[in-house]
């Protein structure tokens, strides 16, 4: 089991909906919908996210949180959010090849 105290908590958000009213749009040519995507969050308590991969095969999203040395996972089955790897040796840039690797 992975030490998780002094964290934030990970996990659905409460009262999370589309559009979020907690993202704020800083640059005005910048617009939240694009196509048929939009922006929602599904996770609080990074200090730093970055690096974002999703794995199709896995139905899953990772990304890195640099400054808590961890990767968490979004799973899209049910929407929940774990630690993946910890300590990560902040890693970063996370990226799928071609075979989903």
Known sequence: MIDTRGFPPLGPLADWRYPDPRIERLDKRFTALIGNGYIERIATGCRWAEGPAYFRA???LV???IPNNRMLRWLEEDGHVSVFRAPSNNSNGNTV???GD
């Open 58 to 60: 896995g139905r899953y």
């Open 63 to 65: 990304w890195s949180d």
């Open 97 to 99: 090849d071609q075979h």
